[in-house]
């Protein structure tokens, strides 16, 4: 896929980001897979990479900081973002406590990218169906790190 560069006063209102992270195994070989799209659900990017060996919440958080990174490009006024890890949703929406010393410092990454969107910004949990072009990315990086 065509990556779409943004330019300088875009004015992009809201943008979603679906981002998951899976791990073979827990821990195990570990790969994440973002897709960035427009409020209309037009794709604007995507992309995965092979993180190495982690756990699966820890993939989970990674795609999520990779893709805020990402994100940072466009400057948009507001930021929908779809995960289907319950946990991490929770943890970043402060209702569930970081317990695990391994996710503390991943989500305080997050917490950090997102503090510039205010108030502007939602984080929801959907079902895995709802998430299947993250998902797929994450097996293709997966797949491509195992055949080489």
Known sequence: MRKLQ???GAGLKKLRLRADGGARGNPGPAAIGVVIEDEDGMRLRTFHRYIGRATNNQAEYQALI?????????????LDVFLDSKLVVEQINGRWRVKEPELQELHRQALELLH???DSYSVKHVDR?????ADKLVNMALDERGKG
């Open 6 to 8: 943004p330019h300088s």
């Open 66 to 78: 990779d893709g805020l990174k990402a994100i940072e490009e466009w400057k948009p006024d507001g």
């Open 116 to 118: 510039p969107f205010g």
């Open 129 to 133: 169906s709802q998430n299947k072009g």
